[in-house]
């Protein structure tokens, strides 16, 4: 990628410390919804804002199966993390999982092809702890609320949980499937859970 192109990427410059949700220049510190109430993950780190190109390329991904944008994706993902990573490193990468109709339909879960990619680069070890057992309307159709019913009992813990993980996905919304997740191994002995996410909406609901 060319300087040029490299500089125009919608990059997260300004953002909540813990969800990473886009913020003005003139605020600083947490984000309204997290000053109410901190998550229970410790920290989303997002490289793009959900804004063209990124928003164009994502869906290319998903719905047009057309994986290979995640090749160079993954790869400014993990450059970003490494500037702005502090403290331990994960013990292991877990891609939030599909359900596996889904993703025969599909023919592959972006989250797991990033996760790879990334555990490539940073040297982290996958693991597919997580299984999603129940079919689920998309998410993006759905306000706050019936996106947090849309998930109840959807998701299952299958295997054991490191002590630290970072839960690896696409795109974080309103955080819910990242909540609801991080709360399932917190259940099963997870000490510490951090989103990685290629890119994060502008707003949280």
Known sequence: ?????????????????????????????????????????DRVQAAFTYSFPVSELIPVIKYQRQPAHLGWLAAVLGD????????????ALVPVPMHRFSQINRGYNQAEL??????????????ACLHKHRRTPKQMSLSLEDRRHNLQGAFAVRSAVPEHVALVDDVMTTGTTAS????????????????WVLARTPENH
């Open 80 to 91: 970003f993390i490494l500037q702005r990573h502090e403290g331990q490193w994960p013990d």
């Open 114 to 127: 990033l996760a790879q990619r990334l555990g490539k680069q940073l040297q982290i070890p996958l693991n």
């Open 180 to 195: 609801t997740l991080t709360r399932l191994l917190l259940e099963r002995g997870c000490k510490q859970v951090d989103i």
């Open 1 to 41: 990628m060319c300087e040029g192109c490299h500089a125009d990427l919608p990059w997260l410059i300004h953002s909540c410390p813990r969800c990473a949700l886009p913020l003005p220049r003139h605020l600083s510190g947490l984000c309204l919804q997290c000053r109410h109430e901190l998550p229970l993950f």
